[in-house]
């Protein structure tokens, strides 16, 4: 039993008003289902909220995924979910760390970085490819947000991304 308003946010859909990072992440590991709403008059003294009843059964195995890749993704995606993906990856702070990431990235792996690399072209030319840069977050789902991981990112990665 939760907040009425936190069990929406766990079951909310993508374009619902309150489809949020708690909503993605909870369906990426859990089948949610809303099972009855709770009036407070049911409980003394009564509170001042509203309560749902939420089933949440995890999945069973989780998603084989990365999970700090995927944290990184649902954060930049969620800072303004009405904002392009886009934009949201355009914005100074999040080019700088996909930067330094990229470079630590070469560097583990001794991979020579390139002296004119120009990690906004780069950002700009994945998302693109395929067709990230005009979606938004409130309205992508989660087999949208998991084909992004599934991905090539040409060793951009967002592990970083906290």
Request: aromatic share 8%; charged share 30%; glycine share 4%.
């Amino acid at each position: 039993m939760f907040q009425r308003e936190f069990a929406q946010r766990l079951v909310a859909q993508p374009g619902d008003k309150l489809y949020c990072r708690l909503s993605i992440n909870t369906q990426l590991l859990a089948r949610v289902e809303h099972l009855m709403k709770i009036g407070k008059n049911n409980f003394r003294p009564p509170p001042k909220v509203e309560s749902s009843v939420v089933r949440i059964e995890p999945k069973n195995p989780p998603p084989a995924i990365n999970y700090k890749e995927w944290d990184g993704l649902v954060r930049i995606a969620f800072v303004r979910k009405n904002k392009t993906l886009g934009a949201g990856f355009k914005t100074t702070s999040v080019l700088e760390l996909l930067d330094k990431n990229y470079r630590t990235h070469c560097s583990i792996s001794n991979t020579p970085c390139p002296v004119d690399f120009d990690i906004k072209k780069k950002v700009e030319d994945i998302l693109e490819k395929h067709d990230f840069d005009k979606k938004r977050a409130r309205s992508m789902d989660l087999d949208e947000f998991l084909g992004y991981t599934e991905r090539p990112r040409l060793n951009i990665s967002l592990t970083s991304c906290v």
